[in-house]
């Protein structure tokens, strides 16, 4: 062949790819913008829309450790038990020895513990199984069991008049189940707040101190509060509701013996400051809050001027009420707090100094006597009866440390597995839940995201100017493949939203180093949806089914037509229901400098309140009662009450 003739060959077969490439495009922006009725649309591809559940990084098998979470101490102080919830275990572990004895398989992932006076019984919430059951120690096998609230994490053991009762905390259905123990029955559930995560019962057993892990604000421009719920036990009936004022994630609450307190260990949290203050130390800080059986309460720092110590979650004190045990599951710190310097300040302090004093940094001074380096992750305490013994889950370290209260010196460790050191999501979940990369480790990012989820809270980040723009929280579970990331859709990847972007909004340091940003969006590709195992495989109920006609519907109930940039599921398509795209729907605030917002994934968005880009709707039925402009935001206008609570009812299945 001439060379001419190659050269004329090669570029024909050049214009011919290039034409078809063009058509190709041409061809698939015509589609999706016939498809979505959207004629403002450029470049799309086939992912916005065709995407399969299976091909998630979530939905693949993924390795399980043996991460620690309850512990407890046999009356003795010779056995201490162990939940293991990532591999549905409790194992049961000789003090003296540091080794494991026995091990119990247990499903639902099992994660609180609480144990009977005598040590007979061993009690075990089931978070995935929505049960406690009861485990007979000498034969150390599942004895009775009962259904509870959803997602049950945290369980107190005590003794009423009216007999032994027992308290869980329900995150998910925001109750408490109140227990009786002989029989083995439900005998109460009352509300508490927004996720309930922890509980402890005073020695007389007459009150029952429950604490939320979230908060909620009256409005998303007001202080938000998590709730304090006292409860009587005997009975099951509530007592009193008490705010922790602008605060959140109260995951350990425990009872001071000789005092009339409860100590819960929070986040101090100021999301409605700019994110500039973070250099001040403004945004988040550490506290422990004294509360009496009043409800009265005193939020007291557990941070220093120049150092932070994040996401404090784990409490113990000792048997003669002398001592607190604070693990900052952020800073793999345990802080010691000596209670009767405590009480001495609390004594002389007037009305406003008691009320400033979570302001003044400086204090911890006065009742924090040492801080104890662990392992990573200390997310959960117990101490020996006698008080000389603390152990301290590690939690992304799957072993448990053992100190010496009188040296406060590590004593030895009872080893679970390896840490998970070969293995990405768990490298990414240390980087996670690590305060090591944010200034003076103030928060990280669990701080905002608990368990990758959300913290109910609207934030004013000063990129997008000061007062201007706020932005709700959004859920990282289930975020694989939802690219672009934050509400106005700047950021393409996780890459650039965890490196550079968090930098400089949020961590006012250097960018998480490479291979640790690599390991930590690993880890955030692995966060399921809330419950989707569960969701997937049940059957809808006639009203969920109504519901999901009314989503996917193309004309009302008159039959007149739904224009298809208006109907539901053109935005929120499955499966991830999203489509990647921005949107106006008719909520452009009076400080916002856009109209246009980022839609949503709607996988677990019955667990995200709130809604809209700046989360002023409450719940999922103002986003179409209070929030609604000119059916903007799907048609919804023809819907009467019933067919509205069957639409929601619909998206919580999601």
Known sequence: ?????????????????????????????????????????????????????????????????????????????????????????????????????????LLGAPFGLAMDCKGERLYVTCRDGDRVVAVDTKEFKEVESIEVGAAPVAIAFCTTKAGDRLVVANSISDNISVLTVAPFKELARPLAGREPYSVAVAQDGLVAFVASRLAVPETYLTVPDSELTLLDPARGRILLRKPFESAHLAEGTATVPGRPWSLTPLVKVRNLVPITQVANGWVMSSGLAVSDHQGNIVQMPLDEAQDYFADPSAIAVDAVGQRAYVGSGGSDTVSVVDLDRLAD????????????????????????????????????????????????????????LVVDTATLKPAGRIVLGDGGRSDPIRRGERVFTRAAHTFQRQFSCRSCHPDGHVDGLSYDFDGDGIGDNLLDNRSLQGVANTAPFKWNGKNPSLEIQCGPRFARVLMRTEPIPAAELKDLTVFLNSLPPPRWERKRHQPLTPLQERGRKLFFATVTSEGKPIPRERQCHTCH??????????????????????????????????????????????????????YQTNDLHGVSSYMNKHQLNELVEYLKTL
């Open 1 to 105: 062949m001439r060379m001419s003739s190659f050269v004329v060959l090669m570029l024909g077969g050049a214009l011919a790819l290039g034409g078809l490439a063009w058509g190709g495009h041409a061809w698939s922006v015509a589609h999706v913008r016939r498809w979505s009725g959207r004629q403002d649309l450029g470049y799309v591809n086939c992912n916005h829309c065709h995407l399969s559940i299976e091909t998630m990084p979530w939905a693949k098998r993924r390795p399980h450790h043996p991460a620690p979470a309850g512990l407890a101490v046999s009356p003795d102080g010779k056995k201490v038990y162990i939940a293991l919830d990532d591999v549905n275990e409790v194992l049961e572990a000789d003090v003296i020895s540091r080794q494991v004895s026995r091990k119990l398989k």
């Open 573 to 626: 398509r499955p499966p991830l229901f999203t489509n990647r795209l921005p949107s106006a729907i008719g909520t452009r605030g009076p400080r916002d400098t856009t109209d246009m917002f980022d839609t949503p994934h709607l996988l677990g968005v019955a667990q995200t309140a709130p809604y809209l880009h700046d989360g002023r709707a409450k719940s999922l039925e103002e986003l179409w009662t209070t």
């Open 345 to 400: 300040w609390l004594a002389k302090a007037d009305a406003d100094t008691k009320r400033e004093a979570i302001e003044d940094l400086s204090l911890s001074a006065e009742y924090v006597v040492a801080r104890i380096p662990t392992g990573r992750n200390p997310r959960h305490l117990a101490l020996s009866p006698d008080g000389r013994t603390l152990f301290i889950a590690e939690r992304l370290d799957d072993a448990v």
